[in-house]
C-alpha cells in the first residue's frame, strides 16, 4: 500500500526513516567508522547483486518482452541502486546532494572554450580547458559539515 503521507517528504528524509526503520547506522555529519572496510565490502556485494539483474533485462530484451516490462525493469534496478547509495550516504552522515551538486559543476566544467563538447574520435567525452576535478571542493564540503573518524 502507498503511503500518501511520505510521498511529499523529500527523498532524503525518507532515507532517513527507512534507515531508523530497519535500524541501519546514519550520522549527522560526515563519519568515517572503525569498521569502514567491512562495511564499504558489504555495500560492493549488495551493489553487485543489483548489477547482476541487468543480465535478466537483457534477457526480457532478447525474449522479445515488452518495452514497457523492460523499462520497468530498468527502472526498479536504478531506483534500488540509488536508494542503496543515497543510504549508504547517511550512513556516512554525506550530504549527498551537495556532493552531486559539485560533481554536475564538474562535469559541466568539462566544455571547451566555447561551451561546447570535446569529443575523441571514437565518440569519447573529453575534459576541456576549464576543467576542474570535484574532489578537492567535495573534501572542502566534508570538512565545513565537520568530518570525523579515525580516517579523516
Given amino acids: 500500500m502507498i503511503n500518501i503521507a511520505n510521498m511529499t517528504k523529500p527523498f ?32 560492493k556485494a549488495t551493489l553487485l547483486d543489483e548489477v547482476h539483474e541487468i543480465d535478466a533485462i537483457v534477457e526480457l530484451s532478447k525474449n522479445g518482452d515488452s518495452a514497457a516490462d523492460i ?3 530498468i527502472a526498479d ?6 536508494v542503496y547509495c543515497r543510504s549508504e550516504a547517511l550512513k556516512y552522515g554525506l550530504p549527498l546532494e ?12 568539462k566544455l571547451d ?3 561546447n563538447p570535446i569529443y575523441d574520435a571514437n565518440g569519447k567525452f ?3 580547458p576549464n576543467y576542474w576535478k570535484p ?4 573534501k572542502a564540503l566534508l570538512v565545513q559539515r565537520g568530518i570525523q573518524g579515525g580516517r579523516a
Avoid at 532515507?15 to 564499504?40: E, F, G
Avoid at 574532489?135 to 567535495?138: D, G, N, Y
Fill in 12 to 43: 532524503a528524509q525518507r532515507i532517513a526513516a527507512m534507515n531508523a526503520m530497519y535500524k541501519l547506522p546514519a550520522s549527522d555529519r560526515p563519519a568515517v567508522p572503525a569498521d569502514v572496510r567491512d562495511r564499504l565490502v558489504k555495500f
Fill in 77 to 82: 534496478l536504478l531506483g534500488d541502486i540509488i
Fill in 113 to 115: 572554450a566555447n561551451g
Fill in 126 to 128: 573529453l575534459k576541456g
Fill in 98 to 109: 551537495e556532493v552531486l551538486d559539485v560533481i554536475m559543476d564538474s562535469n559541466e566544467s
Fill in 135 to 138: 574532489e578537492p571542493k567535495i
Fill in 71 to 73: 523499462a520497468v525493469a
